[in-house]
């Protein structure tokens, strides 16, 4: 099966395994990363930053109208939900919080469903809120792939285990598990 872009929601403990997930991923990776990591509206940019440090991949906080390029892993921005429109060009609301929680993973990852269908890969990761298990369930039901952090390895387990029990996902590995299919996918593209 041939993808056309990844998503990735995580929240508490994410930071780090975001780097350990992403840091192997080459400069030119032929796909998009959408990441959706909840996190408070002060300093902005901070997160970009430590994450560009330990990653080969450019990465950057998603703008309003910007079109989706592989090669590039697009951050949420604090403060707005995150949605991807039909012609795979980025969306900004400030609608209020969905779960509490504004970036939304369950906002973005049903609007990247609806557009990239079965090309769509989607990964919960370690967090203490339920927030994805909606997005994952509407991945799953797009024919996309679904993948999550396995609750026994992740440092706040609610996250993952709320999206395995919607039924929704596919495959349920530790982070090395997942970094290694992100390293292989793109020999499974060609």
């Keep these: ?5 990844i998503v990735i929601g995580s929240s ?4 780090y395994v975001l780097i350990s997930l992403l840091k ?17 509206n002060e300093n902005t940019e901070m997160f970009e930053e430590v994450l ?23 951050v949420a921005p604090p403060g707005y ?4 429109e039909q012609d795979r060009s980025f969306s900004l609301s400030s609608d ?8 939304s993973i369950d906002v973005t990852f049903e609007s990247a469903a609806e557009v990239y269908k079965r090309a769509l890969v989607g990964i919960i990761l370690t967090g203490a809120s ?13 024919k996309g ?6 609750p026994n390895e992740a440092q706040f387990p609610f996250m993952p285990r709320a999206a395995i029990e919607t039924g929704g996902v596919d495959m349920i590995w530790p982070i090395k598990n997942i970094q290694q299919f992100l390293l292989e996918l793109p020999l499974k593209q060609k």
């Design 1 to 5: 099966m041939k993808y056309n872009a």
């Design 12 to 15: 508490a403990g994410g930071l």
């Design 24 to 40: 192997e991923l080459s400069v030119d990776y032929p796909l998009p990363i959408i990441l959706i990591q909840h996190r408070s």
């Design 52 to 74: 560009q440090h330990s990653c080969k991949m450019k990465i950057k906080q998603a703008d309003e109208k910007e079109n989706v390029i592989p090669g590039i892993i697009y």
């Design 81 to 84: 939900h995150l949605l991807i």
């Design 96 to 103: 209020g919080p969905v779960k509490f929680s504004m970036p």
């Design 130 to 142: 339920d927030d994805g298990a909606t997005g994952i369930k509407t991945i799953k039901q797009n």
């Design 145 to 150: 792939l679904t993948i999550a952090q396995d």
